[in-house]
């Protein structure tokens, strides 16, 4: 069992680096619809969520929402990252938490796919349009392979960790 004053330290180096890959990421252009990113951010905060448990996954989310909102000048972003995100973590700590035999690559596609849906309906009710949903399957598409890329990031990091490790 991982001490508190370790997790929290653990917790800030995985805030950290989802902090600096999201502002990196934050430099690319959108990738063919507008919005649409990878999220390889959200490698960070799955992997704070693996290892040391639900309240310092959501710990770091909000500080990576929050500030990376702040630091890119876009404070109007917290109001699409931050209920989209919260959302999204909730699903996947309830395929992690309640599900058997569901690897992580499933769950971080499952995840991504939500956040795309909410970050559209969030839009859809900011805007009071509905054509916006006809980005729906670009921005579904874009989050499967984003979902794809981060699960596969945190399942060779999962691998690459010493046999018997737990995180929290």
Known sequence: MMKVGKKIALCGLFTALALISFLLENLVPPLFVPGAKMGISNAFILL????????????????????????????????????SGLISLTAEYLLLR???????VAISVAGAV??????????CLVT????AFTYLPYLASIGT????????????IIKAMPKGYKGG
């Open 145 to 156: 392979v984003g979902g794809v890329a981060v699960g596969l990031i945190v399942f060779f």
């Open 48 to 83: 704070a969520l693996v290892f040391l448990g639900a309240p310092y996954g959501f710990a770091a989310l909000i500080l990576k929402c929050v500030l990376g909102s702040v630091f890119s000048g876009n404070i109007s972003a917290i109001l699409y990252a931050l209920p």
């Open 98 to 104: 309640f599900t058997k035999n569901v690897s992580v």
């Open 128 to 131: 009071e349009s509905l054509f």
């Open 114 to 123: 939500i956040n795309s849906c909410v970050q559209n309906a969030i839009f």
